[in-house]
């Protein structure tokens, strides 16, 4: 049984890791096994930053032959080492899910002697998990880039879902700050996923296969990327490598022994204005080249969908009751769902202002961008609509930051309406 020491340091040294969120599985609960990966309370439990809670989320190992100069886990950081075996992690486990603490597990893993030895251990955990325990529930686990394709496949066929970090946003970084690690080896299994099964024979084939799909991790602030490179980036991943999700982690120092990498945190609000746009890539229909400039960063002051709208004044206001969906979506405070709502709504009644407070449009926002049975309630000033909608920022935010504790980057990463 994994002792509590090694159980602190492999817990501790995986909270780095933020692509745990979990959606997708559909498989419910099975006769003679033990778990549901298709209940509702599944990693749906977000901590204040966003970040789902409700795995038991662990590494392996922490005990890395690499040197990625941004990591705590380096092979030249002295910190205490823990390896836990694939039995270990199966028995913590079912001990917790017996107990309730949790609903499934994240599972990663350090680079202990080399990337095959290391995807052989968390293939053998995930294998024993189902085949001998009968565990059904969810399973996140982290591929190893280089590791051998047919081990990552057959680790693939009983997961939920798998992932592969990106870790940074262009190659020139990625040589610089893991020199052990390279695009290819990174990418190469992301496609191989993408295609999926490839490397089962059919009969082995299962209709299932990750579930949940394929998520990625970047790191913000620790090279010098912008914002619009990471979002072209980011776009390319979902239409490529049919990603369901790419997560964004503000980089925060822990090796100052270093000139490559800087000496303070990447800014949260910068990890928060990325999420805003990924959902304005993912749900409303919005290219990275529009949510951003050239080259540059995504404004601090309001969300990147009132920045969009600001830039485009020469098309709104919009009138509810004929817009097309996909203007709708485009305009600042009206989220998907209501989007949605008013376009069923409508063809029943003309819509009017309490209507749309009724459809939760946040009319703060929206008002200086729509008219409703052609009235218009908002301001014609462009330098007033925007010191109206960073006013309207700071209130949502405190607003938030009471709701939450403390942390108003939550909502983006939990809700995403815009
Ligand atoms: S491979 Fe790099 S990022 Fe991963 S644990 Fe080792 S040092 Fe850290």
Redesign the pocket.
């Known amino acids: 049984m994994l002792d509590e020491k090694r159980l602190a340091i492999l817990t501790d ?1 995986a909270k780095y890791d933020v692509s745990c969120s979990s959606s997708g599985s559909t498989r419910s609960y099975k006769r003679g096994q033990i778990g549901n990966a298709s209940f509702a309370g599944i990693c749906h439990s977000f901590t204040q930053d966003g970040r789902c809670i409700s795995l038991l989320k662990i ?1 392996l190992s ?1 005990d ?5 100069a ?6 030249s950081n002295s910190l205490p080492r823990a390896t836990a075996a694939p039995e270990e992690i199966c028995e913590l486990v079912m001990a917790f899910y017996r107990r309730n603490y949790i609903e499934g597990l994240f599972l990663s ?3 202990v002697k080399g990337p095959n030895h290391t995807m052989e251990m968390l293939f053998e955990t995930v294998r024993k998990l189902r085949v001998d325990y009968k565990f059904n529930g969810y399973i996140h686990v982290k591929g190893i880039p280089s590791a051998d394709k047919l081990l990552i496949t057959r680790t693939g066929a009983l997961a939920d879902r798998m992932s592969f ?1 990106i ?1 940074l946003p262009s190659e020139k970084s990625l040589k610089l700050l ?1 020199p ?2 390279s695009k290819e080896a990174i990418i190469e299994p992301m496609k191989m996923l993408a295609l999926d099964r490839y490397y089962l024979s059919p009969a082995k084939r299962r209709s299932d296969f990750l579930p949940a799909g394929q998520t990625t991790q970047m790191i913000i602030g620790a090279s010098p990327e912008s914002d619009a490179h990471i979002l072209k980036l980011t776009e390319y991943m979902y239409r490529n490598y049919k990603l369901k999700r790419v997560y964004y982690s503000s980089y925060m120092p822990t090796n100052f022994n270093t000139t490559l990498l800087p000496t303070v945190a990447a800014p949260k609000l910068r990890e928060h204005r990325l999420y805003q746009a990924d959902w304005l890539l993912r749900f409303y229909g919005f290219t990275a080249d529009e949510i951003t400039d050239t080259d540059g960063n995504l404004a601090e002051e309001y969300d990147p969908k009132c920045a969009w709208a600001l830039k485009n004044l020469h098309l709104f206001p919009v009138e509810v009751n004929s817009a097309p969906l996909s203007l709708l979506l485009r305009v600042p405070g009206i989220g998907v769902r209501s989007a949605f709502r008013i376009r069923s709504a409508r063809k029943y009644a003309k819509l009017g202002f309490d209507d749309l407070k009724r459809m939760r449009v946040t009319l703060k926002r929206a008002k200086h961008f729509i008219t409703c049975g052609g009235k218009f309630f908002g301001s014609e000033n462009e330098n007033e609509v925007k010191r109206l909608l960073i006013a309207a920022e700071t209130d949502r935010y405190t607003q938030l930051s009471f709701l939450s504790g403390g942390d108003p980057a939550a909502e983006s990463a939990l809700t995403g309406e815009l």
């Open positions: 040294a590494l922490n890395c032959v690499y040197d990625c941004y990591c705590m886990n380096r092979r893993s350090a680079i970090n870790e893991a052990q690690k």
